[in-house]
């Protein structure tokens, strides 16, 4: 039986693939160390293998209750989308988290009327993938300033290309950040060893992530150095290394 379960969520327009090299990375670095871990990335509702079930938060949370194996310590890490879909986990069933890594994220929008602004720009993004087609609002949405740092690769660009019409406009509607109940309130009695990164050219979700360090009370925020958004494609290693040592640390391992 592994010594733990490693669990990554993906950002909206990926996949799971997006973190098997991260992942595996990860797994064999622990394993140097002794510690044997089994690795899973779910392609997210309305992504992928997933495009068909439901995004509504709720339903696309209880999906990931299966992932995880009883009596094995769960390691997570949610990038962007990922992240929020984690802080759903948490605010619902803590117990299942025993560690995590929130990258990119947030835990939602506290005032109505931005939250009310951003669920109407998250349909407007749901009409432009049914009239455009995935290829073209892929290309338009790789091409926003909060990507600016790093180009998508022909790899990565064929990976999204993986998804659907359907899949990513129910997707905006109903697990954009326009969405989701703001879950600030969840996270101060919150009994989990966190570490949060954050690009420290991405300025906004900086902000986001010193305020997540300074709510959760085991949080530990790390800002990666001339990185923007795109931190599972800027900053894997810097990612692996956080799976490592949150790991090593919740089960009791030195950390180098």
């Excluded at 129910?170 to 990164?197: C, E, F, K, M, Y």
């Excluded at 089960?251 to 180098?256: A, C, E, I, M, V």
Aim: charged letters at 20%; proline letters at 4%.
């Amino acid at each position: 039986m592994p010594d733990v379960t490693l669990l990554g969520l993906h950002g909206f327009t990926q996949t799971g693939r997006h973190w098997h090299e991260i992942l595996a990375a990860a797994h064999d670095r622990l394993l140097a160390r002794g510690i044997s871990a089994v690795w899973r990335c779910p392609d997210l509702p309305g992504h992928g293998a997933a495009a068909e079930q439901s995004c509504a938060l709720d339903d696309a949370v209880d999906t990931l209750y299966d992932l995880v194996t009883p009596d094995i310590p769960t390691v997570w890490a949610g990038y962007s989308m990922g992240g929020r879909h984690l802080l759903h986990v948490v605010a619902q069933q803590p117990e299942l988290v025993d560690a995590m890594v929130l990258i990119s994220t947030t835990a939602g929008i506290d005032d109505a009327e931005a939250r009310a602004e951003r669920r109407r720009l998250d349909e407007q993004r749901a009409q432009e993938v049914e009239a455009l087609g995935v290829d073209e609002f892929l290309s338009r949405w790789t091409s926003m300033d909060m990507f600016s740092t790093m180009a998508a690769t022909p790899d990565d660009m064929a990976e999204r290309q993986r998804n659907t019409v359907t899949g990513l406009a129910a997707s905006l509607r109903n697990a954009g950040t326009g969405a989701q109940q703001p879950l600030w309130s969840h996270l101060a009695g919150l009994d989990i060893d966190t570490i949060v990164l954050s690009g420290d050219l991405d300025t906004k979700f900086t902000a986001i992530a010193e305020r997540l360090t300074n709510t959760l009370p085991q949080a530990e925020h790390r800002r990666v150095a001339n990185c923007g958004h795109a931190l599972l494609a800027e900053a894997p290693r810097d990612i692996a290394d956080a799976l490592v040592d949150i790991t090593c640390r919740r089960l009791g391992y030195p950390t180098t």
